[in-house]
């Protein structure tokens, strides 16, 4: 079945950095999503991509939509303590088919 | 202004003894979702209800059920939970299944479920 690669894993960073992580895909999805998630708690929808090449902000966040189709990639600029969570990448092929998530990257911000 | 709500957000059982999780929705979405997700891993998608059709992925056991009475409303079912059913039990809705925006789903804060 389709897998996402996700990295890197893990992070440790310095409060007011820049932190990128990306996913890539052996198969080709017409939708990515980024979804960040707090302990305890569901994940949250941050940035949707639909169309090859898009490059959408919402914020400090940035992603892109490989022109490949087969990977994406979140960038944080100035990084804060409440950037702390797991992101999960997440891609669909089709609406009817289901979403294939990464394994997150899990963000620890040093203050 | 909560969207996707799920109750209880902890749930303790015992094993064996059925329980039910529930969802609701305030986005009159068409499709709801049951996620499992347990300790540093990606959410499982367990099955979803497209309007009223129930659509079950292959390896779910047949010890998880649904029900979705309403638009508003979803339930997951465990008929006889066991030690290795304990996780977080999210919930999520999109709008629809086809076109680009309408199949974004959208989670629930979800239910953690405890099996003593």
């Known amino acids: 079945g389709q897998q996402l690669n996700q990295s890197p894993q893990s992070m440790f960073i310095q409060e007011g950095e820049d932190v990128s992580m990306n996913c890539t895909s052996s198969?080709?999805?017409?939708?990515w999503l980024w979804y960040k998630q707090d302990p305890g708690e569901g994940p949250v929808l941050l940035i949707a991509?639909?169309?090859?090449?898009e490059l959408t902000s919402n914020g400090r966040l940035t992603a892109q939509f490989g022109i490949t189709r087969k990977d994406s990639f979140l960038n944080i600029s100035a990084s804060i303590p409440s950037d702390v969570g797991i992101y999960f990448c997440?891609?669909?092929?089709?609406?009817?088919?289901?979403?294939?998530f990464g394994k997150g990257t899990r963000l620890s911000v040093i203050a | 202004d909560a969207m996707v709500i799920q109750n209880p957000r902890y749930q303790v059982t015992q094993f064996g003894k059925p329980v039910t999780l529930s969802c609701s929705q305030t986005?009159?979405?068409?499709?709801m979702y049951w996620y499992q997700q347990k300790s540093s891993q990606a959410p499982k998608l367990l099955f979803h209800?497209?309007?009223?059709?129930?659509?079950n992925e292959a390896d779910t056991p047949d010890n998880f059920q649904s029900r979705r009475p309403n638009t508003s409303f979803c339930f997951l079912d465990i008929r006889s939970p066991g030690l290795g059913d304990a996780a977080m039990y999210l919930c999520?809705?999109?709008?629809?299944?086809?076109?680009?925006?309408?199949?974004?789903?959208?989670f629930g804060p979800g239910t953690r479920l405890t099996v003593l």
């Open positions: 999520a809705t999109s709008r629809d299944v086809g076109g680009p925006s309408g199949d974004t789903q959208y």
């Open positions: 198969s080709i999805f017409n939708t």
């Open positions: 991509l639909y169309k090859a090449g």
């Open positions: 997440a891609g669909q092929l089709t609406g009817n088919t289901p979403l294939v």
């Open positions: 986005l009159n979405h068409n499709v």
């Open positions: 209800y497209y309007d009223k059709d129930f659509n």
